[in-house]
């Protein structure tokens, strides 16, 4: 007898134990994050062509006395760069300028650099998944939390880090 009631109040501590900690994960998402960084294998393989296709045209230029050629090759050289600093600029101002807000009563918000968005959030504790609905779609997403950080693993690659934000 005395072991079974021991083994019901060690059963009923771990399962407290279990859904406090649940529970704590959950409410760790509530309030407002800003982007860290982000990696994005796209963004990163884009960048590598473009600093390989900016060093072979600066040698073609280097190479060649043809005018034409070189006039080309100056063109395409320019246009590479711009695209390039557009880029940066871009996941730049992406990183600076969203904002998501978590709120206790499943509304969520995004503030980013296409717009606001709501919609309504909810998060899996066992499968530390996030699912957001906004205007109609549904995404999830694996949720891991360091300390004050939240990192949204979109795949094995690719991951945005968040912050809690004051603003």
Known sequence: MKKSVFGIMAFAVIMTSAN????????????????????????????????????MLQDSIKANTDTAKLSRFQRILE?????????????DTMIAKSRWEFMSNGDFKASEMQGENKGIWSYDEDKGILFTIIDERTSSVHVKFKADTMVLELDSLNYMKFVKSTD
Request: contains cysteine; glycine residues 2%.
């Open 20 to 55: 406090s900690c649940a529970k704590h994960e959950k409410d760790q998402l509530i309030g407002k994050w800003r982007i860290a960084s982000v990696e994005f294998q796209q963004f990163k393989q884009q960048a590598m062509y473009d600093e390989q296709q900016i060093a």
């Open 79 to 91: 246009n590479t760069q711009k695209r390039a600093e557009q880029m940066k600029q871009q996941q």
